[in-house]
């Protein structure tokens, strides 16, 4: 099976007139590499309504699964006005490719289980106490999670809710290959590197070293993230990590959305 892996596509942010849609453009990689499915490391968008008819119309026009997990921005919904993030990570949960609390067997041999994973401050640099990273605020940025996403919880609360769930999972699916997804970033190899005057206090909100722990525990054959807006791969103890984020347009290498999606796209033959 050849499985397609990105994240962080942020189709609103990213949209140009004259211009493909930056889910047409994944559309059209996915059935020119005559891909078996396709997982989403989150990010789609700011709404939860523009995220779910993306996945709907990938999943629709593709024939394959799509595979989905939120991303910090997918919880945001700044226009519509909901205030509760768990009314809408359950209506995440009503798109039949979303991994949170819901394992997904590939085939016989492998499985995919995924949540959104969330941030406990681990990744943060020693200079910075837990109240300064409490406060989401540091050198006139604020990051801004704090401002749309209400849990209703800590952010180490919500760290563990996630954690634990993924743990679960991978206790119960213990005769399959796993492929593993979070959105947070699962393996400080993939923060921001230091030193960097910014980033020393908000790489606090890229992930969890515990997410780590799960892949050597568990054996897990690949672990893929995103959130970070970086392209790296990396193997450590046989498990293959990949975060693929095609990000926002300013970052990008080419000019056209489907040059930039192409590079931006891996591929893993399973």
Same mark, same amino acid.
């Given at each position: ?73 997918? *919880?945001?919904?700044?226009?519509? #006005?909901?205030? /509760?993030?768990?009314?809408? +990570? @359950? ?5 039949? =490719? ?102 020393? *206090?908000?790489?606090?909100?890229? #992930?969890?070293? /515990?997410?780590?722990?799960? +892949? @050597? ?5 690949? =672990? ?47």
């Amino acid at each position: 099976m050849k499985i397609g892996i990105i994240s962080d596509l942020h189709v609103d942010l990213n949209e140009l007139p004259g211009e493909p849609l930056v889910e047409d453009a994944l559309l059209d990689q996915a059935v020119r590499q005559k891909l078996d499915g396709l997982i989403i490391a989150g990010d789609i968008s700011n709404d939860v309504n523009r995220s779910l008819s993306v996945l709907e119309m990938l999943k629709k026009e593709s024939g394959i699964p799509v595979l989905f997990v939120p991303g910090n921005h997918d *919880y945001w919904s700044k226009d519509n #006005g909901i205030t /509760d993030t768990w009314n809408i +990570y @359950r209506q995440f949960q009503s798109f039949e =490719g979303c991994l949170s609390e819901r394992p997904y067997q590939l085939n016989q041999d492998w499985a995919v289980i995924g949540n959104s994973g969330w941030y406990d401050y681990t990744m943060g640099e020693p200079e910075y106490t837990f109240d300064q990273f409490e406060r989401m605020h540091a050198m006139d940025r604020t990051w801004q999670d704090s401002i749309y996403v209400r849990w209703g919880m800590s952010n180490r609360d919500i760290h563990r809710y996630f954690y634990d769930r993924m743990e679960r999972e991978l206790a119960e699916i213990s005769n399959s290959s796993v492929i593993m997804v979070t959105h947070m970033l699962a393996h400080p190899y993939f923060k921001v590197p230091m030193p960097h005057p910014q980033w020393s *206090y908000f790489n606090a909100f890229l #992930g969890s070293r /515990d997410y780590a722990e799960l +892949y @050597r525990k568990y054996g897990v054959r690949y =672990g893929i993230m995103g959130h970070v807006h970086y392209r790296k791969r990396y193997m450590e103890l046989g498990t293959e990590m990949i975060c693929a984020c095609l990000g926002y347009r300013k970052e990008w290498h080419h000019v056209s959305v489907t040059e930039e999606l192409c590079d931006c796209l891996q591929v893993i033959d399973i």
